[in-house]
């Protein structure tokens, strides 16, 4: 069924009401966190280390229903992103702030790369973090 058609009449599910971790590994910490905290403006909410053999930092704004988990394992290749379709996607309405974002995330030495779905280079910026994964500043609304 396409989502135009869904029906949205009943009530929300208990998950509606939860809390998103999106988890993901990378080969070094450190290398990805400028992305994050600079470009980004992300505050590292807590960390932890040698927990089962791995090492990890939780990253995202403090009250936001959502964050990153990046973790590291010894031994392991946490490769980079599958595609280039892989995507976080932050809708920012106002465009002087989605301006101060885009600019931001220059500063910080992350220029834009062209999106591989050309709709997101209409309205948004594309990014991508040194471990190939990418992130969108939508300038727009989310009305759904």
Do not use: C
Not at 32 to 60: C, K, N, Q
Not at 116 to 141: H, I
């Amino acid at each position: 069924m396409p989502p135009s058609s869904v029906s949205i009449s009943s009530p929300a599910p208990p998950i509606s009401k939860s809390h998103l971790r999106i988890a993901r590994p990378t080969n070094d910490i450190s290398a990805i966190l400028p992305f994050y905290t600079e470009g980004l403006g992300f505050t590292i909410l807590s960390s932890f280390t040698a927990h089962a053999g791995f090492d990890g930092v939780m990253l995202g704004h403090p009250g936001a229903p959502y964050h990153l988990e990046i973790t590291t394992k010894d031994g392991h290749d946490a490769g980079r992103a599958p595609t280039q379709d892989n995507l976080l996607v932050f809708y920012i309405p106002d465009e002087t702030e989605w301006k101060e974002a885009v600019t931001r995330m220059k500063k910080a030495g992350f220029g834009a790369v062209t999106s591989f779905n050309p709709y997101w280079d209409v309205q948004g910026k594309t990014f991508e973090d040194p471990d190939g994964w990418r992130m969108v500043l939508q300038n727009a609304a989310w009305d759904i």
